[in-house]
């Protein structure tokens, strides 16, 4: 277990979320976290839910899936090292997407609302950090959403195409 630890305070000392953060900080940060696992196939949260906690993404993938009457489409994927859930954990409103496990054995950090709430008051630092990491992870996210979008539309609505 204590080998576990070290092992993920390294991982996440490598990782933009800890950046400027000391490893003292990243422990500190662990401590107010739970390890989760979740195998493909495995909802993590479903379209319509309040997100109540932020993911970090230890090893695997989750799948964000849209429902488009009633057709089921990914509509990205969040890979090792990166934030989910921090859209409708921050503005309290619901999810416009399910969020499904696209690999067995994904592993992610979970912090709960509760200890995000308490990580604010007793370590600042460290939420402002995940706060910014939110920020980027968004940016990111919209990004590639954004480049697969324009390239569908130049596909399909490019001069000369019928």
């Known amino acids: 277990m204590a ?32 390890m989760v696992t979740f195998n493909k196939g495995d909802v993590l949260a479903e379209i319509d839910e309040v997100g109540d906690a932020l993911y970090f993404i230890i090893s695997g993938e989750i799948g964000l899936i849209r429902n488009d009457e009633g057709k089921e489409n990914e509509v990205a994927r969040v890979k090792e090292g990166e934030l989910l859930g921090e859209m409708s954990f ?64 130049n596909y399909f609505y490019s001069p000369g195409r019928k």
Not at 11 to 32: A, G, M, P, R
Not at 135 to 144: A, E, G
């Open 3 to 34: 080998d576990d630890r070290i092992e993920l305070a390294q991982f996440l000392n490598q990782q933009y979320l800890c950046e400027s953060l000391t490893i003292k900080e990243v422990q500190l940060l662990i401590d107010y976290t739970d």
């Open 90 to 153: 921050f503005d309290k409103r619901p999810r416009t997407v399910r969020l499904i496990a696209a690999a067995d054995n994904t592993k992610m950090l979970k912090l709960s609302r509760a200890m995000y709430e308490r990580l604010k008051v007793e370590h600042p630092f460290i939420a402002v950090n995940l706060l910014e990491h939110a920020i980027v992870s968004l940016d990111h996210l919209f990004r590639r959403v954004s480049k697969d979008i324009t390239t569908f539309a």
